[in-house]
């Protein structure tokens, strides 16, 4: 599953408001990596995203994580398999705003029918973590 795959799917799979989020895969994480299986992926900052006091939404980035958790589970799968977000937890740390945003996703478990993932939303600037989230997928 190669980085261009990757960046592929993301234009194939995803809805035109996710596409809109400016998003761009800029590596896959092999299997053998520590950490596991997963993505990283950039989320280019925009005006357009932010609310008062030029701060980066909650739903932007809650978005941004789901979309980089799909792209982790297509890495570990080694390619495009059907699924559904099952849960989604969101645990904001501090506010990001004036930078682009980071999302490593990793895919902690793979099952036949599920996948358990989490994700480092960090802003670019600093690499400070912005937010953690995990999440549950099930695999269609």
């Known amino acids: 599953f190669s980085l261009e795959a990757a960046q592929a799917l993301l234009k194939d799979i995803c809805a035109p408001w996710v596409q809109d989020l400016q998003l761009g895969v800029e590596k896959i994480h092999p299997a ?7 993505a990283l992926l950039r989320m280019k900052f925009s005006e357009r995203l932010c609310r008062e006091g030029g701060i980066v939404c909650g739903q932007a980035l809650m978005a941004f994580a789901d979309t980089a958790m799909v792209i982790a589970n297509l890495a570990a799968n080694r390619g495009y398999r059907p699924m559904t977000t099952v849960d989604q937890t969101t645990h904001f740390m501090r506010a990001v705003s004036g930078c ?3 999302a490593d996703a990793r895919v902690v478990r793979l099952g036949r029918t599920m996948s358990f993932g989490r994700v480092t939303l960090s802003a670019a600037a600093d690499h400070k973590p912005v937010a953690m ?3 549950a997928f099930a695999m269609l």
């Open 100 to 102: 682009d945003v980071l």
């Open 32 to 38: 053998n990596e520590p950490g596991g299986t997963g």
């Open 133 to 135: 989230v995990s999440s």
